[in-house]
């Protein structure tokens, strides 16, 4: 995994004055309005040394108000919680430093919700580890919304939001060999089976069709 830094190096320099470049930079100055919905897309300066915080869906796991700062699974990620903790507290969250607990968690990798935030899931077996979900059910008040864990069990998809998308329709995308049996059909309980969509190992592993964020009907 941690060859990664030198890999990031190649790709930085090859993207420096390429197209994805450009198209990032584009999200940027258009943010408040991206997507023409009103969602404005926040952005956190990266740290020295922190190759990976561009992953930063996995150093917090967030619900209404409330950040639970990652214990990440690999040791050199966990110095990503000191500006995670910082951006949060910043902006007027509550805040769980989970690392002390000694517990993996990849936060929003690993986490998930339903359109109508009916129903909420916490991935685990690779990053995650499975006591987490007493951890983070013992962090936040999930009131009215029930929430449920879901077993992976594909190294192809190693977090939740890689194997899983649910779409603002009510309809869950996802690959099906990631998940144990018990999981997948607490998955198609909760959606019905008609609202699931599986997708092939080349869309989701290749295109990562289940790894995107559905806005107000758009993808």
Known sequence: HYFIQSNLRTMLSQLANGAKLQSWKKILMCRPTHFDVLHKVQVM????????????????????????????????RRAEG?????????HG????????????????GDFAYNFDRKHAYLGYGFR???????????????????????RLVNELCYHLDTAMLN???????????????????LIKEV???ENVIEVSEEDCVR?????????????
């Open 45 to 76: 300066e990266n740290s020295p040394g922190l190759v990976d915080q561009v992953f930063c869906a996995n150093c917090a796991l967030v619900w209404k108000g409330k950040a639970i700062i990652s214990n990440m699974h690999h040791e050199p």
């Open 82 to 90: 000191d500006p995670t903790i910082q951006w949060f507290q910043s």
């Open 93 to 108: 969250f509550q805040v769980y430093d989970s690392r002390p607990d000694g517990i993996a968690l990849e936060g929003c």
């Open 128 to 150: 995650t580890e499975k006591p987490a979900y007493d951890l983070v059910k013992r962090v936040i008040d999930f009131g009215d919304t029930q929430f449920h864990s879901l």
């Open 167 to 185: 779409l603002s329709r009510g309809h869950a995308l996802l690959y099906a060999p990631a998940f144990d049996v018990e999981s997948l059909n």
């Open 191 to 193: 959606n019905g089976p």
């Open 207 to 219: 295109h990562m069709v289940t790894n995107g964020i559905p806005i107000q009907g758009k993808f």
